[in-house]
């Protein structure tokens, strides 16, 4: 019998002087019994020989993975158990939620970059922004009180350059522009015709004043009116020419600096050493408007204004947030370089409590 048929009709085991194996089914044939197939072929010589010889030879060629393949080890976490596989994931997830609970307890006790703390000063500002529409005289004065100055309601924030003072000046001179001249001859004067006269310049004087309170009613006016009146109200507030009487100077360094100087009587000219003095400061010619604290406080009331703007209607606003963005790291420049140079002072401390910042305003990287 042909090799080849003895090894598939044989039910059970088939002898031979190289190997002494069980014999499997025709389709598991070529895998677990290759090299007994290889061995005898050299000796027959069949159809059927040939055709196991082409088929050993040939079968790796169409493989996609290499020949000792299945003889690699496995690498890495695949001799590992599944159990200690588990452990490690959760141990690594514990420590991820745990770092992720950290760096959130960091950044609020860091505070926020953008916004500020609710400060008297920011509260100036944003009721400077949105300004409740003040009601008119006639309804909260009285006739009497229309024709005192003094006693006229204003709004809280004016606009178009007008103070207080003025306004209330104005309303008076034009109140005694247009009140009725008494009669001089009281024996021809009509008393009933002089109340009907101060009545009626009374409600056209309240008409006026009321016209005059919708003029010059900050929230009436525009983006730009509102943004001058709060870059105003923050020089007002840390200008160097209103503060420097308030606030203490820096504190000196502790590195002492010693000249030479030749004093008047040494004619022979020898140079005598003495301890440095600092010159005279120059007093201010005008308003402080370019110092650090100053423009840190005109930024913030921008930065507000963004802000409240990319939260409302402008989501989607992308030019606005790169300005947004832009603005918050030059206010961080500053404030380091206010801290730097007031060495952590009286000023420093100032700017920082009036306007509410964090330290997340000016410490590390921003990112937005």
Same mark, same amino acid.
């Given at each position: ?37 290889? &061995? ?36 890495? +976490? ?12 959760? $141990? ?75 306004? $209330? ?5 034009? !109140? ?57 109200? &923050? ?48 007093? !201010? ?34 030019? +606005? ?48």
């Amino acid at each position: 019998m042909p090799l080849s048929v003895s090894l598939i009709s044989q039910p059970r085991t088939t002898s031979s002087k190289y190997c002494n194996q069980p014999t499997l089914p025709f389709i598991e044939f070529y895998t677990k019994a290759s090299q007994v197939v290889r &061995c005898h072929l050299s000796d027959v010589r069949s159809p059927v020989a040939s055709f196991f010889q082409f088929f050993l030879t040939t079968r790796h060629q169409f493989s996609t993975s290499s020949t000792n393949h299945a003889r690699e080890k496995p690498r890495g +976490n695949e001799y590992r158990h599944p159990y200690l596989l588990a452990q490690a994931r959760q $141990r690594k997830a514990a420590n991820v939620a745990r770092q992720a609970t950290l760096q959130k307890e960091r950044n609020a006790l860091l505070g926020d970059p953008v916004r500020s703390k609710p400060t008297p000063f920011i509260k100036m500002l944003d009721g400077r922004h949105r300004n409740r529409r003040s009601t008119s005289p006639s309804s909260s004065a009285s006739e009497t009180s229309l024709s005192i100055a003094d006693d006229i309601p204003l709004p809280p924030h004016l606009n178009h350059y007008i103070t207080p003072a003025e306004f $209330r000046e104005s309303v008076e001179y034009s !109140r005694r522009l247009t009140e009725p001249v008494p009669s001089q001859d009281r024996s021809l004067a009509d008393p009933v015709i002089e109340a009907e006269s101060a009545k009626l310049h009374a409600d056209r004087h309240r008409t006026a004043v009321a016209a005059m309170v919708r003029i010059a009613d900050l929230s009436r006016g525009s983006t730009q009116d509102r943004k001058r009146v709060q870059i105003q109200h &923050c020089i007002d507030t840390f200008g160097r020419h209103n503060t420097d009487s308030k606030l203490a100077p820096r504190p000196a360094s502790s590195i002492t600096t010693t000249t030479t100087t030749a004093t008047t009587d040494d004619f022979d000219g020898n140079v005598e050493a003495g301890t440095a003095s600092l010159p005279t400061k120059i007093p !201010r010619a005008g308003p402080d408007t370019g110092s650090s604290e100053v423009q840190i406080a005109v930024l913030t009331a921008k930065i507000r204004g963004l802000d409240r703007h990319l939260n409302g209607r402008g989501k989607m606003d992308k030019v +606005n947030k790169r300005n947004l963005r832009l603005l918050v790291h030059k206010r961080q420049k500053l404030l380091k370089y206010l801290r730097r140079s007031e060495r952590g002072g009286e000023r420093w401390q100032y700017v920082m409590q009036t306007l509410g910042l964090s330290d997340a305003a000016w410490k590390g990287e921003i990112s937005m």
